[in-house]
């Protein structure tokens, strides 16, 4: 009979009930909230926030608290699996492990030899804890093309911020007088940063949120809200800086040392005045001028830009270079509260120490290999970028120009965060050879000749690095359910069935992040003896200033306002040195398709789709909705809850209308998560940013029907079943 403290889930002998410490990964790859996780019968029974965990301190959000749905879904893969069906069909029969690795060597080394290296491409999705090890597998099995979910998630960012000062930067929020959060509502995403930002607030700092949403950040911790159009950053941002230069209100020793290119771009914002921005972005030019006075009066400022919000529209590399530009004229970068240059320490964060994560993976560079995909496309990219740009990879695949793809080996695809999806259904089907790993028998697993199961963190060691010097050593707390292993112990055993020269990445994941981070005096046996993070020794905190005086990474060695390297591009591909303001939308579309659609916004109990099919998370919001205005709702005879047709100029949706003040008049929101409601493919293929390639999902002209009022010409288009691994 169970007793009272088995039903509490207390641990002890009595219950049988351990706790063992972990993280949690299901959101972010800079946060990891410690947790404790109750296990008995090697079962996790209960999550808990750690309380000993110093960035978290007990508390967990949503989705950590559903991690056991996630763990125990019935869709979990169980054994390796072969394709007995078509390809898309879902037939598979279980194999093992051993049959696998041979299948996979035959086939790709079969590849290489009849058409080189460069004809297998490699594809991570979300999980970045491994990407080190699969860069350096790609690159020793001779292959260029190694990309990831990070072709429209982050790189663009990063490409932006290294024309701009040649450094990523990363606000200093705890020393800033003004804070300014570019898309911040981290209400839904990176909760911890809320709180941060709530106890500056109390503590004196300003802030204001530019979002075309009214979100729990713009209502409960904004002292200005700048509600604009989506994909008119760049426009306010130029508005901004045209009044501060107009009034003076510039850092003229700063840029007179440390900027190129600012009498140009001060004579190219002339006309950006506040009642021609207004225009564009339907912020009011009372708020634009208040702004720039805020500005002014409260550095130092620093700039929350999310990794994808400013990029993800056809013109956002150019408006992310016009919000960095407002740093360089405050003299904000580099300076105490302001944005701070930072490096990669592991994993595409930093943590302020120094490891061979680099020199880990370049050690086997390809010296002659063909272009990687999207070299073409997109030369500023393989310029500053190591991978592939995978928004070109379906294109590659269907044209086979400038040469053919005929494998793919991927950790996590998920074929459904490409725009325009259908094609790339087309490109899958076409492959001689797909393997793809994931937790789960996903939508992109089901066209594969091969599907392998991963585990979770909870099942597997892992190294992490925080902020602040720290690093630490996870040990898994139950063993991997079923047949499943960890991707670096699949790319250890696969590179020894493929004969891949490579002694270190065959030696195992251990042995390869001790060789990592060895100049952090770090071991991976010395972290194992806690649970928790650990201080780096020797670790000193960036001293602000310090990159300036070095001079910065860039062809000008200054804040290049003016980008040199865009520069030498200009004439090939029409790409403009200065960060220019062009519509992300087509106009030619505007009658036909008069609002704006904006996708990406997120919720508060989901990763994109990556818990959406738990029942758990789904219950919040169980219906594919679209966000609108209630005026455009009156206009087209719409109520709360009718079935309507989300269209565009390449296909349409059925969902339910949403009518909220939320949203900005004329626009519509849309969660992408749902996979019967699948939005991506309303998005054109090469609706993309020339010049980082992320696609523009937050830009497109819509419009939207009842469906019982829509002609034969609106038939919606199919949607999809849900994603496992990959989901950004």
């Known amino acids: 009979m169970e007793s009272e403290r088995q039903r509490g889930k207390l641990p002890g002998e009595d219950t049988g009930i351990e706790i063992r410490h972990t993280v949690c990964g299901m959101c972010c790859s800079s946060i990891y909230c410690g947790v404790d996780a109750y296990i008995q019968d090697g079962r996790v029974i209960k999550v808990e926030g750690s309380k000993e965990h110093f960035m978290n301190q007990g508390l967990l959000c949503a989705k950590g608290q559903g991690i056991r749905q996630y763990l125990y879904k019935p869709t979990r893969l169980k054994t390796p699996l072969r394709r007995v069906g078509e390809r898309g069909e879902g037939k598979f029969e279980p194999i093992s492990w051993e049959e696998a690795y041979r299948t996979m060597a035959e086939q790709m080394n079969r590849i290489k030899r009849e058409s080189g290296p460069e004809a297998v491409a490699f594809y991570s999705g979300y999980e970045k804890w491994y990407r080190a090890f699969f860069h350096r597998f790609a690159w020793s099995f001779g292959s260029p093309n190694y990309g990831s979910e990070s072709s429209s998630c982050y790189t663009a960012k990063k490409l932006a911020w290294l024309v701009s000062s040649g450094m990523d930067g990363l606000p200093q929020r705890n020393k800033s007088r003004l804070y300014m959060g570019w898309g911040f509502n981290n209400d839904y995403s990176r909760y911890l940063d809320t709180i941060s930002v709530k106890k500056r607030r109390e503590d004196g700092m300003k802030v204001i949120v530019i979002d075309p949403r009214v979100t729990p950040a713009s209502e409960k911790l904004a002292d200005l809200h700048l509600q604009l159009l989506p994909g008119t950053d760049g426009a306010l941002a130029l508005g901004l800086a045209h009044v501060l230069i107009k009034n003076g209100w510039v850092d003229r020793e700063y840029i007179e040392k440390h900027v190129y290119g600012y009498e140009e771009f001060s004579r190219y914002v002339k006309d950006f005045t506040p009642e021609y921005v207004e225009k564009i972005t339907t912020v009011p030019r009372e708020l634009i001028l208040k702004t720039a006075r805020m500005m002014w009066e409260n550095r130092p400022v620093s700039m929350h830009e999310s990794v994808c919000v400013l990029v993800h529209h056809k013109n956002g590399f150019q408006n992310f270079r ?144 925080y902020a602040g ?19 670096t112990q699949i790319l250890k055993e696969l590179a020894e069935a493929l004969d891949l020269k490579d002694d270190l990445l065959r030696s195992g994941y251990r042995s390869c992040i001790d060789w990592i981070i060895k100049p952090a005096g770090l071991t991976v ?60 939308l087509d ?142």
Not at 550 to 559: A, L, N, S, V
Request: glycine residues 8%; charged residues 25%; aromatic residues 10%.
């Open 525 to 584: 046996e010395k972290l194992m003896e806690t649970d928790f993070p650990v201080r780096v020794p020797g670790f000193k905190p960036y001293v602000p200033g310090t990159y300036t005086r070095e001079g910065y990474r860039t062809p000008t060695g200054k804040f290049e306002l003016r980008s040199t390297i865009l520069e030498k591009h200009q004439g090939e591909l029409l790409y403009e040195p200065l960060p220019v303001y062009q519509s992300s």
């Open 322 to 465: 016009a919000v960095l530009a407002l740093s360089a004229i405050l003299g904000c970068y580099d300076v105490e509260g302001g944005n701070l240059p930072r490096g990669t320490t592991y994993a595409h964060q930093w943590a302020g120490f120094e490891t061979r994560e680099e020199e880990f993976i370049h050690a086997v560079k390809p010296e002659t290999t063909k272009p990687r995909v999207g070299a073409a496309r997109f030369p500023v990219w393989m310029e500053l970028s190591d991978d592939m740009q995978a928004m070109d990879l379906t294109r590659q695949i269907m044209e086979e120009k400038p040469y053919a793809i005929r494998g793919l080996f991927c950790l996590g695809l998920n074929y459904r965060m490409f725009p325009d999806n259908e094609w790339m259904e087309e490109a899958l089907k076409k492959l001689d050879f797909y393997c793809d790993v994931d937790l789960f028998m996903t939508d992109s697993a089901r066209f594969a000749d091969l599907v392998l199961p991963a585990c979770t963190s909870y099942e597997r060691e892992e190294f992490k690095i």
């Open 469 to 487: 010097g720290y690093a630490n050593y996870l040990k898994p707390v139950i063993p991997p359910l079923f047949e499943s292993k960890p991707d």
């Open 587 to 728: 106009l030619s579309e505007e009658e036909r398709f008069p609002l704006i659609l904006y996708t990406g916004a997120s919720l508060p109990f989901t990763l994109h789709s990556r818990m959406h099919d738990m029942p758990w998370e789904r219950t919040h919001r169980p219906e594919a909705m679209a966000d609108m205005h209630p005026e455009d709702g009156a206009a087209r005879g719409i109520g709360q809850g009718d079935p309507i047709l989300l269209e565009t100029a390449n296909g349409a949706v059925t969902v339910k209308a949403n009518l909220t003040y939320s949203v900005k008049k004329g626009t519509v929101s849309f969660y992408h998560d749902y996979p019967e409601a699948d939005v991506n493919r309303l998005i054109h293929r090469d609706h993309l940013d020339p010049i980082s390639g992320f696609p523009g999902y937050r830009t497109v002209r819509c419009q939207v029907v009842r469906r019982d009022k829509a002609g034969k010409e609106f038939e919606p288009l199919q949607g999809g079943g849900s994603t496992g691994k990959d989901e950004c």
